[in-house]
């Protein structure tokens, strides 16, 4: 019995090399389904989270069947046997009548052809357009002398600005295709057939006279009683950096810069009361007035919570709870828009319910997450419950944002620090023009024009005298 029992202690060394393997061989199986777990769960994940654009899914699901009843109600365009509005004459003096030759010859039998009885005339109204390219001018410009002055004294060529051969013309359609319609430079110089770097330069010496325009732009959101702020990434050279956009009413104040810290929106905002409306970053903490978050931000975490959690009846109870009283509050402005008495007690009784959710013991870390917000940062949450200007999220800010987050996309940021300046300068101006105006390269064109012949005009009240900006102040 001795014997045997010493035996079973005694390993050979096959059969420790055996359960060296098996621990190794077990500890391989465990890391892999680690990796393969991560794998499954980063292809189920969205980048972005609930943000995540559609070309930016890694999954996309198919559409799921659809009853006869919602397929009729999405299907798109007018109810069967509705009138149209029809065709809308355009505007402009009536043009002239052009007149084609009658045929003499059949296209198909080639036989002789005769008066129609009776007539068959027919008038074709069109549409067409003359042909993009820029075409070149000469101008001959005549000199005189002035004996007092002992100088030559030469007319002022109209259209243009000294020193340069762009016209103004050219400038503002180049600058509007650029930095309002997310054109590439490249193609702006295709088409208008002048070298990109001519088109370049031309847009930084735009920004210089455009320059006091926007700093007029910016007096106007600092006195605005609502602001909207929101930031996205901005490459400069190959650098990190961030674009920034202010917006109240119908300015836009753009600002790309080379940090997100909060020394930007402090050099904007300094010392300037009303309400800024933002997501919750804290690189606006410094504004001196009041906060407000953005309740759609709230309601993405709180959705995310639910996703992230499939198994926690917790979290989905408390997201099914919050989020449709997010959406309230969101819709609230447009459903009382006019009637202040019904939106201050509606908003009041949304504020309520949202506290009782937000305030009820809860035991998911989540959920308490989601809470602490609300718990935390109350003196931020409810101005819009106050005052009906404020909105309850910063969709305002977000759609400003959107041309330069479309922009990063097509050009990688920029070159330098001056088209940097360049870009910030010349999209103030110009989305500002296009929230109050239908032809920005237009109306640009008209203050360059005026420019050209009184330098010492004021180039804001050029720019945006008489628009309807609508700025509410404090």
Not at 91 to 105: V, Y
């Amino acid at each position: 019995m001795v014997s045997q029992r010493a035996s079973q202690d005694c390993f050979c060394q096959k059969y420790l090399g055996l359960l060296a393997e098996n621990a190794r061989l077990k500890e391989e199986v465990a890391r892999l389904k680690a990796r393969l777990s991560r794998q499954e769960r980063t292809a189920r994940e969205e980048p972005f989270g609930l943000s995540t654009p559609s070309s930016q899914r890694l999954v996309k699901p198919s559409l799921p069947g659809l009853t006869e009843e919602e397929a009729r109600r999405r299907k798109g365009g007018a109810p069967a046997g509705r009138a149209g509005h029809g065709w809308k004459t355009p505007e402009g003096a009536e043009p002239e009548t052009e007149s084609l030759p009658a045929p003499d010859a059949c296209p198909r039998c080639g036989g002789a052809l005769e008066d129609f009885p009776g007539g068959a005339e027919d008038v074709r109204d069109l549409v067409d357009c003359h042909p993009l390219p820029a075409f070149r001018r000469r101008v001959r410009v005549p000199a005189r002398y002035c004996p007092h002055c002992r100088k030559p004294v030469r007319p002022r060529v109209p259209g243009v600005l000294p020193k340069t051969r762009l016209t103004n013309n050219v400038l503002a359609r180049a600058a509007s295709e650029h930095y309002l319609d997310g054109t590439p430079m490249g193609t702006a110089a295709r088409r208008l057939g002048v070298p990109k770097g001519t088109l370049l330069n031309g847009m930084h010496r735009l920004a210089a006279l455009a320059g006091p325009a926007a700093d007029g732009l910016r007096g106007l959101l600092r006195d605005a009683a609502v602001k909207h702020a929101d930031e996205t990434p901005w490459r400069t050279d190959g650098d990190n950096g961030y674009a920034w956009v202010f917006a109240a009413g119908r300015v836009r104040l753009f600002a790309c810069e080379d940090t997100r810290a909060m020394s930007v929106p402090d050099a904007v905002f300094a010392g300037c009361g009303g309400t800024l409306v933002t997501d919750r970053y804290a690189g606006y903490n410094r504004f001196a007035g009041n906060r407000n978050y953005c309740f759609e931000h709230l309601k993405r975490d709180t959705l995310e919570i639910a996703r992230d959690n499939p198994k926690s009846a917790e979290c989905a109870a408390f997201a099914d709870a919050l989020v449709p009283w997010l959406r309230a509050a969101m819709s609230l402005r447009a459903a009382c828009a006019g009637d202040r008495v019904t939106y201050l007690v509606r908003a009041a009784l949304i504020r309520r319910r949202i506290e009782d959710i937000a305030g009820a013991p809860a035991r998911h870390p989540s959920v308490q997450h989601i809470q602490n917000i609300f718990r935390e940062n109350a003196a931020r949450l409810w101005r819009w419950t106050e005052d009906p200007r404020v909105p309850a999220e910063n969709n305002a800010a977000e759609r400003a944002v959107r041309p330069l987050a479309i922009a990063r996309k097509v050009s990688h940021g920029s070159q330098s620090a001056k088209g940097r300046e360049t870009r910030s300068v010349l999209m103030s101006v110009l989305h500002t023009l296009d929230a109050c105006c239908t032809d920005p390269a237009g109306r640009l064109a008209e203050a360059l024009d005026r420019y050209a012949e009184d330098r010492a005009a004021d180039m804001f009240a050029m720019l945006f005298g008489g628009l309807p900006l609508y700025i509410p102040t404090q």
